[in-house]
């Protein structure tokens, strides 16, 4: 397929190619949208295989960053930058600010952020020569790491579900299987063994495994095991397409809710869980935690409780979904891009005032 075809495809607004041979770098910046403000989404330095594959991966993940902050309430547009190679080898503080002198040319229509083989530090590097970066420390006047955060909203989605399959938000003794425990999954353990929540992990980091079995007390589980855990819910929190047509068929829980992006490898899946009578919370919904929290340092002075405010809409956020999906017999998924679709296309075609710029 073409460039243009694949553009075309989902209607991006823009997609920018940016070269420096001293340094090897190649990035992708795709720009979904910014009917309501810049795009924002991070920066993915990762070893593609092909040209064809990093520009198939910034094109969808542009578009799912427009979903996510149109469905969270958020005045910003969708984008995201891929850079190809591998950062353990290629990443230098040449390469890094020759890309920020790229997302510097597009004047701030596209923001980024941290992302796989991207770092704080990175950020800092980027910023030395572009003003259109987020995700940086506290002590750079930044939101720093956004996990907490999105963990703050898993939990609050989690609450949501109970109330609409048990009639109570409250999580005690209820069993949740996590896959992954890495940053936002390890926090989600936390505060779930504080709000009286069983556990059950899995990992391919052993060292990570026996850390959070000591402190929160976990079952820890082999990772092909945790989709035949019995239990309340199943939190994906590892990479992406963890529910496909056979572990969609294995799941004994009776929802879904977790941070991994991109949790269903087609939207098929959506229809099969349905059909199993699992209720899956849209990922986009679930995890915008930390897209919430880097908004707020978007504002000019970030405020950690402000902040947190935001992020516990994403309960109310997903009870809308939810009853969207209800009364029109469609899936929760379905729904999701719905509410977001029309957000884009209802507040993006008036004037808006660009809150999302740093100007
Ligand atoms: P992370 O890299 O810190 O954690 C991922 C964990 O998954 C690691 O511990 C890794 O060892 C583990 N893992 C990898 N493959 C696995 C497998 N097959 N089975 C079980 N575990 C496996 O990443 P993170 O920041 O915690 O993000 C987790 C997910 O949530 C990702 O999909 C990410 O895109 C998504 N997400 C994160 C944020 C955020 O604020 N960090 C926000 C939105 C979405």
Known sequence: ???????????????????????GLRTIIAIHSTALGP????TRFFPYETEEEALRDALRLAKGMSYKSAAAGLDLGGGKAVIIGDPDVMKTERLLRAYARVVDSLGGRYV?????????????????????????P???GGSGDPSPATARGVIGAMR???ERLWGTEDLADRTVAVQGIGKVGSSLVERLTKAGAKTVICDVNEAALQRTSSEFGSVIVATDEIFDVDCDMFAPCAMGGAINEQTAARLRCRAVVGSANNQLETEMQADQLAARG?????DFIVNAGG???IADELRGSYDWRRAAQAV???????????????????TPNVAAIEVARERIAGIGSINLKRRGHKS
């Open 1 to 23: 397929m073409g460039v243009f075809d694949a553009i075309g495809s989902d209607t991006h607004e823009e997609v920018l190619y940016g070269y420096d041979p001293v340094s």
């Open 39 to 42: 795009a924002l989404g991070g």
């Open 112 to 136: 980024t952020a941290e992302d796989v083989g991207a770092t704080t530090a990175d950020m800092i590097t980027i910023s030395t020569e572009t003003r259109w970066v987020t995700g940086l």
């Open 138 to 140: 506290d002590t750079y």
């Open 160 to 162: 949501c579900v109970a």
């Open 278 to 282: 699992i209720l899956y919370a849209p």
């Open 291 to 293: 897209i919430i929290n």
């Open 312 to 330: 516990d809409q994403i309960r109310d956020n997903l009870r809308k979904v939810l009853d969207k999906a209800e009364e029109r017999g469609i």
